[in-house]
Nanobody
Framework: QVQLVESGGGLVQAGGSLRLSCAAS????????LAWFRQAPGEEREFVAG???????HYAISVKGRFTVSRDTAINTAYLQMNILKPEDTAVYYC?????????????????WGKGTLVTVSS
């Protein structure tokens, strides 16, 4: 059974930084990709960043240059480093795991999800 557990969310002022973590069990980030999504109140879940199993990364235009996705395969943990945070980044952030061959970065393309961690950016 695959489990993904996010941590690292919290309250931060605009312009600040946070690093989210996603600990995985049941599948390894060395052989499967990973993705981060977010969902703001009243909004649909949206793609933020992803990495396929080879290590190629993809970012939403809204976060490119500010967020960085990474992984530590030794401890099977993924990260999302978020810098220059803006109030519009406020959302619940979810870690997800796609199939080994990533068909796309939409929510329906993911196999497994974490329960999410809340990020609140104050102005």
């Amino acid at each position: 059974q695959v489990q993904l557990v996010e941590s690292g969310g919290g309250l931060v002022q605009a312009g600040g930084s946070l690093r989210l973590s996603c600990a995985a069990s049941g599948r390894t980030f060395s052989t499967y990709g990973l993705a981060w999504f977010r969902q703001a109140p009243g909004e649909e879940r949206e793609f933020v960043a992803g990495m396929n199993w080879i290590g190629a990364t993809h970012y939403a235009i809204s976060v490119k240059g500010r967020f960085t996705v990474s992984r530590d395969t030794a401890i099977n943990t993924a990260y999302l480093q978020m810098n220059i945070l803006k109030p519009e980044d406020t959302a619940v952030y979810y870690c997800a795991m796609p199939p080994r061959i990533v068909a796309g970065w939409a929510p329906d393309d993911m196999d497994y999800w974490g329960k999410g961690t809340l990020v609140t950016v104050s102005s």
